[in-house]
T-cell receptor, first 116, second 112 residues
Framework: DTGVSQDPRHKITKRGQNVTFRCDPI?????LYWYRQTLGQGPEFLTY????????KSRLLSDRFSAERPKGSFSTLEIQRTEQGDSAMYLC??????????????FGNGTRLTVT | RKEVEQDPGPFNVPEGATVAFNCTYS??????FFWYRQDCRKEPKLLMS???SGNEDGRFTAQLNRASQYISLLIRDSKLSDSATYLC?????????????FGKGTHLIIQP
């Protein structure tokens, strides 16, 4: 098990372009999360999948953002018409089926997006 | 009141000292609590869960105070390698992995 994998590690794009990030969770984890983190802030929740179902989306997730997990394994996060304010670290995390105490998250290395 | 609040620091502490910091949360129904550690430009990693009775893992002790709605992290005999940002994480929905809310983190610097 290699942990949560994210690709690419870094992405530089021009404003207005579309970008897509990929996340491969730990294989036996059915829950997958996307977070965004900017400097000096904690990770902010974006969206959550349980298997292939997208169960929750944050108000932070504008119409330009879309996430998929078509087969319940890897997930993609797409940002359309990027803006400079989208520059951040995008973190993917996964967790196993829930226990009564809550399952901790296993994070990937993140994709650092810079919009110029 | 913010959902999860931490003193951002930085806390500058000499090596070998004991340091403690708190995290307050707003939702009294919260049931799951965690401390994560994040090194500069790295991903957060779970440090320890926080249990109702308090728990210890080596030099680290975590405690929960439900009445005052805060959790704490105490580090004894601090090492240079403890320098990092410590993120408080609370399940704001009360149980389960959904709705985990992160604080902004407390920056700790251990000085030689």
């Amino acid at each position: 098990d290699t942990g949560v994998s994210q690709d690419p590690r870094h992405k530089i794009t021009k404003r207005g372009q579309n970008v897509t990030f990929r996340c491969d969770p730990i294989s036996e984890h059915n829950r997958l999360y996307w977070y965004r983190q900017t400097l000096g802030q904690g990770p902010e929740f974006l969206t959550y999948f349980q298997n292939e179902a997208q169960l929750e989306k944050s108000r932070l997730l504008s119409d330009r953002f879309s996430a998929e997990r078509p087969k319940g394994s890897f997930s993609t996060l797409e940002i359309q018409r990027t803006e400079q304010g989208d520059s951040a670290m995008y973190l993917c995390a996964s967790s196993p089926p829930d226990s009564s105490t809550g399952s901790p998250l296993h994070f990937g290395n993140g994709t650092r997006l810079t919009v110029t | 009141r913010k959902e999860v609040e931490q003193d951002p620091g930085p806390f500058n502490v000499p090596e070998g000292a004991t340091v403690a910091f708190n995290c307050t949360y707003s939702n009294s129904a919260s049931q799951s609590f965690f401390w994560y550690r994040q090194d500069c430009r790295k991903e957060p990693k779970l440090l320890m869960s926080v249990y109702s009775s308090g728990n210890e893992d080596g030099r680290f002790t975590a405690q929960l105070n439900r009445a005052s709605q805060y959790i704490s992290l105490l580090i004894r005999d601090s090492k240079l390698s403890d320098s990092a940002t410590y993120l408080c994480v609370v399940n704001m929905r009360g149980g389960g992995a959904d709705g985990l809310t992160f604080g902004k983190g407390t920056h700790l610097i251990i000085q030689p």
